[in-house]
């Protein structure tokens, strides 16, 4: 699975932005599909998780009622809306496949296989 992310920048606090993460390469809707992130001299970290039934979807808590993951499989693409955004949101965003069907959901980054190049994503105060 190849992975491209998209829709970063440098935005002001209490700003929206939305970011894409197109996939090819093997059936995307077996994948779950996750956002995580990495702050300049911190671990990687867990956002949010969109399951391949799309069904179930799953935020950490410091983006809850902020981030709002989704998936279109026609399309082949994962999104993160994010609202509200603060400074402490500011990190490099990756996007995640994990091979779905018959697993259990994870958050664990090092249970997802496929990685996209990263997106920087910059809150100003």
């Known amino acids: 699975v190849q992975l491209v992310e998209s829709g970063g920048g440098l935005v002001q606090a209490g700003g929206s932005l939305r970011l894409s993460c197109a996939a090819s390469g093997r059936t995307f809707s077996n994948y779950d599909m996750g956002w995580f992130r990495q702050a300049p001299g911190k671990e990687r970290e867990f956002v949010a998780v969109i399951r391949w039934s799309a069904g179930v979807t799953y935020s950490a808590d410091s983006v809850k009622g902020r981030f709002t993951i989704s998936r279109d499989n026609a399309k082949n693409t994962v999104y993160l809306q994010m609202n509200s955004l603060k400074p402490e949101d500011t990190a490099v965003y990756y996007c995640?496949?994990?091979?779905?069907?018959?697993?259990?959901?994870?958050?664990?980054?090092?249970?997802?296989?496929?990685w996209g190049q990263g997106t920087q994503v910059t809150v100003s105060s």
């Open positions: 995640a496949a994990r091979w779905g069907w018959r697993s259990s959901l994870s958050i664990t980054t090092n249970e997802y296989a496929y």
